[in-house]
């Protein structure tokens, strides 16, 4: 198992040009991620945003009540419309005290693929292996008992009836 | 999972990754057998696996004239879980925004 590198896909029922202004159109992001950010994704900048609830999901939104209006930055890497856009941001950046200015960044990139009404999402994080080990103890501390939270979440949403 | 930093810093040593990935591969191991291939001293073996033991990341019991060292996989499983948490909140986000792309909330 790889320590530096997470790598996510989900096949959505959507067409590519809704999946792209989700994923590329901050205040969309935003809605769905549980962030509001004050500005565009323009390639090389930095977005600031202070986390949010989710409008998406009222269990969801409990869970990020704690961590309501802390800051949070996005650096914009590179943005390749209807393909990919890709940021760097400090993964589980919530502790209150802590400076994480100086530490490294993990690498986030989405990658969109038409799979004829649908669209492929494939997901990226790396970069963790260079996150301090200090670091990556404190964000379990910090999620204890949100991750089982999340399964359940999980299956509750595979017992819906879906759309065919 | 609350007391996991003692176990990060543990194994944030590559010697010490070294000793923990043999004792995962090969099973228990005598510190003679772990001294073997690990190019420095019994003494400096020993001096790690005290610090792994203290992070309760292994375990020895004696075996005949012996002590055989031991992985507790459970604490190592909790090292996992930094990523697996990570990964769990990538799951969760997306499936919001599939409600969203999807049902168009």
Known sequence: MSTDRIEKGILLHAPLERVWQAISDSAQFGHWFGI??????????????????????????KLQQPHLGKPVDFWVERVDPMRSISFRWHPY???????????????????????????????????????????RADAMK???????????????????PRPS | ????????????????LTLVMRLSHEGPL???????????????????????????LVSSERAGRERLWQLRQNRLKDVRGYLDQISGQWDAALERLRVMVETGE
């Open chain 1, 36 to 61: 509001s950010f004050d500005g565009p994704f323009k390639p090389g900048t930095r977005v600031g945003g202070k986390i949010s609830m989710t409008k998406v999901d009222p269990e969801i939104a």
């Open chain 1, 93 to 135: 950046a919530v502790s209150p005290d802590a400076d994480y200015s100086k530490e490294p960044t993990t690498l986030i990139e989405f990658t969109l693929q038409a799979i004829g009404n649908d669209t492929q999402l494939t997901i990226t994080e790396s970069g963790f292996d260079r996150i301090p080990l200090e670091r």
């Open chain 1, 142 to 160: 910090a999620n204890e008992g949100g991750w089982s939270h999340q399964v359940k979440l999980i299956e509750k949403y595979l017992a819906m």
């Open chain 2, 1 to 16: 999972m609350t007391d996991a930093a003692p176990a990060f810093a543990a194994l944030g040593d590559p010697t010490r």
């Open chain 2, 30 to 56: 005598s510190i003679s057998r772990l001294t073997d291939r690990a190019r420095i001293t019994r003494q400096a073996v020993t001096k790690h696996l005290r610090i792994l033991e203290q992070a309760r």
